[in-house]
C-alpha cells in the first residue's frame, strides 16, 4: 500500500491546540464495523457501549517534562527534547538548534549545570547531563511538558496535569498516550460501577511517534523502538475476560502495539523489552476486542494501524464524517471507539 491512500483533508482549525475543561466532556464517534455505521456520542457515556465482564486495558506510562532549554559555548539557542532516557545522567534526544553540535561541545542549561555531547544515532544526539541530581529530577526542575509539534503553543501550567492521564505512575514517555486524556476519576467510576475492570501495560512514547513516513511504498517504512512491558497478571486478566465472554478494549494504540508485540503465534505472553512493531493493513490485530483512539495525522503509522483493525475505506469515510462535524483532531482531540465485531 501506498503511504498516499491513508491521505485525508483536515482544516487547520480543527486541530485541537488545548484540553477542554473536563477530560470527559470530548465526544465520540462510535464505529461498528460489523454492522457499517457510526454513532455521534459524548465521551462520558462510554459506559453504555461497554458490558459488565469487559476488559479496558490501559497504558500507565507516565509523560516526563522532556524538553529543555539552553545555549551552546557559542550563545547559540538550543532546544532539547529527551527521546529517551538510557542512564541516571544520559539521554538520547532531538536538537533543535541552527548547527549541529560535535561531539565533544557541552550545551548550557539554564541552572547552569551542563549536557556533554557523547556522539550522534542517525537523526538522534547521545547527551551526558552533568548535574548532580539524576536526569529525571533534573527535567522535573527545568524541563517543559513536550506537547506535540502541532500544538503552536509553549507548554503552560495546566499542560503539566492535562498532558498526563490519572492513572499515569511509570515515568518514562515523552508523549502522551492520548486515548487516556479522556477518562477522569468520575468516569472510571462509573466504568467500575457497569462492572467493567481495568488493567494495565506500560509503553514509553517516544518522540518518534509524530516523525512522519518517508517513503511512499509503507512496507518500506521502518518504526521507532520503544520499550514496554506486558506482565503475566494482564494476562491472566485477559485469558479470563474472553472465557468468560467478555471483550478486551484496548484505550489508545499504544496498548494495541504493546499487546500484538507480546503475541506469539496467536498467543499472548508475558514480554519485556523493545518494539518496532508496523501495523497496516494486512496484518491481523487478534489481541483485542475494540479500540479507544484519538483521530490520528494524515498519512501517519497510527492511522495505518487503526485502518488494519477496521478498514481503510470504512476508517476514512468515518474521519471525512468527523470534520465535517467539526470534531476536534489529535491529542487534545475527540475521540473514536471501534468496535471491529459490531456494538
Known amino acids: 500500500m501506498k503511504k498516499s491512500d491513508f491521505d485525508f483533508d483536515l482544516p487547520h482549525e480543527l486541530i485541537a491546540q488545548a484540553p477542554l475543561a473536563e477530560r470527559s466532556a470530548s465526544r465520540l464517534l462510535l464505529l461498528d464495523v460489523a454492522a457499517g455505521s457510526r454513532q455521534d456520542r459524548l465521551f462520558r457515556e462510554l459506559p453504555d457501549f461497554l458490558r459488565p465482564g469487559d476488559l479496558l486495558v490501559f497504558n500507565d506510562t507516565r509523560v516526563l517534562p522532556a524538553r529543555l532549554y539552553g545555549r551552546k559555548e557559542s550563545g547559540g539557542a538550543v532546544e532539547i527534547l529527551i527521546e529517551r532516557v538510557t542512564g541516571a545522567h544520559e539521554a538520547t534526544v532531538q536538537l533543535g538548534v541552527s548547527k549541529k553540535p560535535k561531539e565533544g561541545a557541552r550545551i548550557e542549561l539554564a541552572d547552569g549545570s551542563h549536557a556533554l555531547v557523547l556522539g550522534r544515532d542517525e537523526s538522534f544526539f547521545r547527551l551526558r547531563f552533568e548535574a548532580p541530581e539524576p536526569l529525571e529530577k533534573l527535567l522535573l526542575k527545568l524541563g517543559e511538558m513536550p506537547l506535540p509539534p502541532y500544538i503552536e503553543r509553549h507548554a503552560d501550567a495546566a499542560d503539566m496535569e492535562r498532558y498526563q492521564t490519572v492513572f499515569a505512575r511509570e515515568p518514562g514517555a515523552v508523549a502522551a498516550p492520548t486515548a487516556g486524556l479522556h477518562f477522569d476519576e ?15 501495560v506500560t509503553l514509553h512514547v517516544g518522540a518518534g511517534t509524530f516523525q512522519p513516513v518517508r517513503v511512499e511504498d509503507i512496507s518500506s517504512h521502518h518504526m521507532h523502538s520503544e520499550w514496554l512491558n506486558v506482565g503475566a497478571g494482564l494476562i491472566e486478566q485477559i485469558h479470563r475476560t474472553r472465557a468468560a465472554g467478555g471483550r478486551v478494549i484496548a484505550v489508545g494504540t499504544t496498548v494495541v502495539r504493546a499487546l ?12 519485556a523489552g523493545e518494539t518496532r512493531i508496523f501495523i497496516f493493513p494486512g496484518y491481523r490485530i487478534t489481541s483485542i476486542d475494540g479500540l479507544i483512539t484519538n483521530f490520528h495525522l494524515p498519512q501517519s503509522t497510527l492511522l495505518m494501524l487503526v485502518s488494519a483493525l477496521a478498514g481503510r475505506e470504512f476508517v476514512l469515510d468515518a474521519y471525512r464524517h468527523a470534520v465535517e462535524q467539526r470534531y476536534r483532531f489529535f491529542s487534545y482531540g475527540d475521540a473514536m471507539l471501534i468496535l471491529p465485531r459490531g456494538a
Open 186 to 200: 468520575s468516569l472510571l467510576a462509573a466504568l467500575r460501577e457497569r462492572g467493567v475492570s481495568f488493567g494495565y
Open 260 to 271: 500484538e508485540s507480546a503475541t506469539v503465534n496467536g498467543e499472548l505472553r508475558p514480554f
